[in-house]
């Protein structure tokens, strides 16, 4: 519904949203892989392995949750001004399916992109040796941090800000 | 809003949860520990790491979600028949603060225990050095899987049943 | 997702959601109207008039949310079962822009349809002039209820099925 | 969780509650009555009548909704400072039980008060002869559109204003 989501993003906006998934410790911990960078749209993959199930040996819904939720959150800030950063106001999953197979993927995609906040719609397909199906979708709200470049954060010389940035204040 | 949440256990209940628990790679994988066990309340807490952060050093909201989803879903599960078990079927959640802290704790309430679905309320704490602050929000909504005993999943012998559980099915 | 959405359904499907529609009063009282009904797929427009309206003179969010969770719930109910009856379990919006204009059109489509609980996509749609914009978005969980004929309810003969329906139970 | 939840307000706040929610013409269709005012906290009564039922005589969930969403709304709005507005971002229903009785009350209750966004919890509860029972329970977020006073809108003289309010800029 935005204009020009999926096309191509500029190097200096791929280099941010890569430095920034690297910084977050859980992608990696989880074997999570940032597959796909474009306009509006991200996407993650992430293998299976059994650090990552449930009881029954399915994908966690939690973990299922969470590259969801990096994946909207770096749809968003594709669009973001430089010397911003992004958090998750809220987001609801519905998982359609047990979460069997080789790897999941996680898309996320905004709907409207606004100044304050930017919606967007999420998507995780499982992979199982080439067969994909929906295994959940989701709905998600980011907010934008204006002029607070995501590179800071807890190890920042401001304390200050490090330590109370709020959702929104 | 439910009778008798927040009572005891009996000592099948109790066990039932943890061994389900002890299945779930992710909880492990996550450092994430079973702290209370009551009839329809559940509380998981999960001490800070760098490798449960996102991109500023916060918890990540993933792993917030994640323990809150396990803690809902163990809510849930005391409720539930012997020879049952637990998916869930969608869940939300509103991230009030940065999640910063020595750990988190999520709790998981029943709100309304019915013959097929559950509804919780899922809240999640950030202990920081003693000083206690709600982080996130949530609700969550479980279908219970009658004559499908827990312990079984993706090895158990009956292929059929574990390839094919449904969410409902 | 899933097979056969949008597709034309029988008479007999389309008459019952029609009877079903007739007898929601508030649908009524909103002046709303269903426009399409396909396979999986229902669309409902509900005029501008005054009495919809919040504080700005807008759309109410309720308004949009009730003609949104209706069309989402017929959209499921196009591939129950005769004999069954169906009730909303749960239901997120996010309402994306004002909702400004001559009419709004709501449409629900089902993602993912069990035996006992359907899934569904919501969208609503301003048309102003021609000039359609999107400006809300949800998901919706349903539930079949098997053997419970739609006609039934509050007035029926069998109080007790009337009286305690349950969500699920 | 935010402090001063629940005590009275000034008599300034509730004529500007009180003004706004007599603007809201769907709640006047709809028979709901604001019947208390505290900060942070509001609740609206809509008493049954058939206009406001489903296909099996229960209230409407897009009722029961509409009017949780506006007392989540005026919860928000008692917080906020003189020259402002409000509008829901998104909210979440879970349903309970069918919503059956005399009357339905929705609460409103903020949990998180933020300088852009607000958070509250919604309940939804039946009066039947007075036994009273909890029918649905909600999450929503809420922005603050600050220097846009409430009784601006559709027909304000700034229309430019009116017609692009954004949702957040």
Known sequence: ????????????????????????????????????VRRGH???????????????G???????????????????????PDNSSVLTVEFKMNLLNPALGDALEATGRVVKSGRT?????LEVVADAG???????IGQQTLICLAG????GGRDASDR?????P???G
Chains 1, 2, 3, 4 share one sequence.
């Open 117 to 121: 906040l930017t919606i967007c719609q």
């Open 58 to 80: 399915y994908f966690h819904a939690g973990g299922t949750s969470a590259i969801a939720d990096s994946a909207g959150g770096y749809a968003g800030f594709t669009l973001f």
């Open 148 to 151: 607070r470049p995501d590179a």
């Open 1 to 36: 519904m935005e204009a020009g989501i999926g096309q191509p993003v500029t190097e200096n906006v791929e280099r941010r949203v890569r430095d920034s998934f690297g910084r977050q410790g859980l992608m990696v911990h989880l074997g999570a892989v940032l597959t796909e």
């Open 42 to 56: 991200v996407t993650i993959r992430m293998p299976f392995r059994r650090e990552l199930s449930q009881q029954h």
């Open 160 to 164: 200050n800000e490090a330590k109370n």
């Open 166 to 168: 709020g959702r929104d």
């Open 130 to 136: 080439g067969r994909r199906s929906v295994v959940a």
